[in-house]
């Protein structure tokens, strides 16, 4: 299932990494595509949306509603 994201407070490639990170441990096979100018993460992913979004909140950065 593809879901986008609005993630606020990525500034960098250390950003995107720890993105990527925290949802490639919730889903090793996600599938992830960071497009940092436009604040955009999509992932395809079986994960539950809320569960997506929670991870990059635990990594400290902000995800619009």
Known sequence: MNQIFSVQGMT?????????????????QADIRIDRSQ?????????????VA???RE???TVAP
């Open 39 to 51: 604040n955009r993460v999509e992932v395809n992913t079986e994960q539950p949306r809320e569960a």
């Open 54 to 56: 929670e991870a990059i």
């Open 59 to 61: 990594e400290g950065y």
């Open 12 to 28: 960098c490639g250390h950003c995107e990494k720890a993105v990527s990170t925290a949802i490639k441990l919730l889903d090793p």
